[in-house]
Nanobody
Framework: QVQLVESGGGLVQAGGSLRLSCTVSERTFSSVARAWFRQAPGKEREWVATITWNGGVVYYADSVKGRFTISRDNAKNTMYLQMNSLKPEDTAIYYC?????????????????WGQGTQVTVSS
């Protein structure tokens, strides 16, 4: 059973930074793309960013463009999300997800594997 595990969440003041990581339980796990989603209290889960695993092409939601950077380390089979200039509205549980068949890169139902999430809290 493939598992995705997020880490790196925490409490940070507005304007600060955090780096999230997403590791895979099986080093040989192969995916077409991986993504970060987030869910704020009382809101639906929303897409944050996606990276294609072979080509490394990145895509961002408008709300995080210019502040967040998604990246990957193929050798470690790990994905990252560097979050800078954090705002209170970035407070959410952040989930990583993996897509094993090509599909819409920002749609949740295109992703088969999901992590349990890591809490990010940004204080004002």
């Amino acid at each position: 059973q493939v598992q995705l595990v997020e880490s790196g969440g925490g409490l940070v003041q507005a304007g600060g930074s955090l780096r999230l990581s997403c590791t895979v339980s099986e080093r040989t796990f192969s995916s077409v793309a991986r993504a970060w989603f987030r869910q704020a209290p009382g809101k639906e889960r929303e897409w944050v960013a996606t990276i294609t695993w072979n080509g490394g092409v990145v895509y961002y939601a408008d709300s995080v463009k210019g502040r967040f950077t998604i990246s990957r380390d193929n050798a470690k089979n790990t994905m990252y999300l560097q979050m800078n200039s954090l705002k209170p509205e970035d407070t959410a549980i952040y989930y990583c997800a993996a897509q094993t068949r090509a599909g819409a890169l920002s749609k949740q139902n295109s992703y088969t594997y999901w992590g349990q999430g890591t809490q990010v809290t940004v204080s004002s």
